[in-house]
């Protein structure tokens, strides 16, 4: 079984800066793409940003040059650095991996439990 446990949410100003961990443990071959997502209240989940396992990045352009995702291969983890964060940006922020349990196995997706951001002064 593979978990996701992002980190690193919590409350900040205005303008402020976050930066974001989930770390992939368990039993398992190797993990692909990673993404992450956030979700607002009352609104639907929309992806932030995309990493591929060699290291190809992919944003939503309304992110573009304030979020910045990058991965650490040996440590499986994917992170997450906000920075001029505004009060729109508040939400659950959420960690998605495509994850190869056995070599010649499909990819299975799996998602962490999500790790909350509020912006606020």
């Known amino acids: 079984q593979v978990q996701l446990v992002e980190s690193g949410g919590g409350l900040v100003q205005p303008g402020g800066s976050l930066r974001l961990s989930c770390a992939a443990s368990?039993?398992?071959?190797?993990?692909?793409?990673m993404r992450w997502y956030r979700q607002a209240p009352g609104k639907q989940r929309g992806l932030v940003a995309t990493?591929?396992?060699?290291?190809?990045?992919n944003y939503v352009d309304s992110l573009k040059g304030r979020f910045t995702i990058s991965r650490d291969n040996a440590k499986n983890t994917v992170y997450l650095q906000m920075n001029s964060l505004r009060p729109e940006d508040t939400a659950v922020y959420i960690c998605?991996?495509?994850?190869?349990?056995?070599?010649?196995?499909?990819?299975?997706?799996?998602w962490g439990q999500g790790t909350q951001v509020t912006v606020s002064s």
């Open positions: 998605n991996a495509e994850v190869r349990p056995r070599v010649g196995v499909p990819l299975n997706d799996y």
């Open positions: 990493i591929t396992s060699g290291g190809r990045t």
């Open positions: 368990g039993s398992f071959f190797s993990i692909a793409t």
